[in-house]
């Protein structure tokens, strides 16, 4: 489930939303301890799988831990899995409860950022199904303060039932400013510099 997660980041949408830094930290060497586990036998293949799944969740922090619990309790709410398997994940479920997944949690938006994606879709009713109008905005935001050395961070803005897309080409020329028009919490803005991206709709449906 990790890979698969890390894989839809070529969508823009997930560009800034998928914890992909932390995913890669909490799971490295993955591949070769898991082939390791598989090759034991009974009760030493067993503990040494709990023991790989605890090592995952600890590097993964905070942040990260309740994904891996939300995983392991699909798992076991899905699969046929021997008794002491399901026994050692409900123990580790246990300890944890449920929280959204820290990909799709509010970024904020920091106060200025370099324009990277602009995407807009007009309203259409391709394959029979009736879709809005919708926008993405691909955003990174540089470092804050005076450490040019710490990693960008990206910021996905992301509006359905579009009532504004304008977009000149200076939108692409270094950071900007960001700021909202202040519009009904109903609706969602971003506005980039002196107007050069502006982009107005309501909370996307999923």
């Known amino acids: 489930m990790a890979m698969l997660q890390i894989r839809t980041t070529h969508y823009p949408r997930n560009a800034g939303r998928i914890p992909v830094r932390l995913l890669a930290r909490a799971l490295t060497g993955a591949g070769t301890d898991i082939l390791a586990a598989g090759a034991l036998r009974g009760s030493r293949r067993e503990s040494a799988f709990r023991n790989l799944v605890e090592t995952w969740i600890t590097n993964g922090g905070p942040a990260l831990a309740p994904w891996f619990i939300d995983e392991l309790r699909g798992i076991a709410g899905s699969e046929p899995l021997p008794d002491i398997?399901?026994?050692w994940i409900e123990g580790i479920t246990a300890q944890g409860a449920?929280?959204?997944?820290?990909?799709?949690q509010d970024l904020g938006l920091p106060p200025e950022a370099e324009l990277r994606l602009a995407e807009y879709t007009a309203a259409h009713a391709r394959y029979k199904t009736p879709w809005?109008?919708?926008?993405?905005v691909l955003l990174a935001h540089p470092p804050a303060g005076d450490s040019p050395s710490r990693r960008w961070r990206l910021h996905v803005f992301d509006v359905g039932d579009v009532s504004?897309?304008?977009l000149r080409s200076d939108a692409f020329d270094g950071p900007?400013?960001?700021w909202t028009d202040g519009e009904a919490v109903s609706r969602k803005s971003l506005i980039l510099g002196q107007?050069?991206?502006d982009v107005r709709g309501r909370e996307p449906r999923r």
């Open 85 to 87: 398997t399901r026994g």
């Open 98 to 104: 449920a929280l959204p997944d820290p990909g799709t």
């Open 132 to 136: 809005d109008s919708s926008a993405v």
């Open 164 to 166: 504004r897309f304008r």
């Open 176 to 178: 900007h400013r960001l």
């Open 195 to 197: 107007g050069s991206l």
